[in-house]
């Protein structure tokens, strides 16, 4: 889609489907396969007061511990969603699908439709943040995704943005199948992932 940096509103500027919000980018990092932000993973010095009154920092080693507020965070698959749809600059009538609980058959095929604001163009961001780019075949063949009129087509492949089109629409007939293969992989990855973290600071 075409966007004139002119019609963007203050704070805001050309992303790939229109006008997107700017922001502080984050430092992002991988964990276990997952994009997480790594002041989410990692947290952030806090000021502390001490009996004087003065601020201190958290010492480094503190700084290092993971907490239960971060690993609950970091262990709810809709922080990685949102966080990928932010990265991939998708515009504000999009974000609010950039959850597993907004995006939905129903949203998609209004997009299909063109009856949402949120371009059909973004729905491959969509999935592709949703997959967390990773291959959930293994889940989507137990669960019958293939087994549309759109066959294989559905199956979601590792790390690839698929421009989505008419002849997929099929695949939504098993919609939230394929959403809970990408939930529930997201969720295990990061538990297995930082329980030992946990245990060790905790």
Do not use: W
């Not at 002119?6 to 991988?30: D, E, I, K, V």
């Not at 293994?138 to 790390?159: D, F, M, Q, S």
């Amino acid at each position: 889609m075409s966007c004139n940096q002119a019609s963007c509103q203050p704070g805001y500027s050309c992303g790939h489907y229109g006008c997107a919000r700017n922001r502080a980018r984050s430092a992002l990092t991988r964990k276990d396969g997952i994009v997480v932000p790594i002041e989410e993973f990692i947290n952030q010095s806090i000021p502390l007061r001490n009996i004087y009154g003065f601020e201190r920092k958290k010492l480094a080693q503190e700084e290092n511990k993971l907490d239960y507020t971060t690993y609950a965070k970091l262990t709810n698959p809709k922080l990685s969603v949102r966080q990928c749809c932010e990265d991939r600059r998708l515009p504000d009538a999009c974000l609010g699908k950039c959850h597993f609980n907004s995006y939905s058959k129903q949203a998609l095929q209004e997009m299909f439709f063109k009856n949402d604001p949120c371009p059909i163009e973004a729905a491959s961001d969509l999935q592709y943040c949703a997959a967390q780019g990773r291959d959930h075949i293994p889940c989507c063949v137990r669960n019958g995704i293939h087994t549309t009129l759109a066959g294989e087509k559905c199956l979601t492949r590792a790390g690839k943005v698929t421009k989505l089109d008419y002849s997929y629409l099929p695949c939504y007939d098993r919609f939230e199948n394929m959403k809970r293969c990408f939930f529930d992989e997201i969720k295990i990855r990061m538990e297995t992932k930082l329980r030992p973290r946990l245990k060790e600071d905790s």
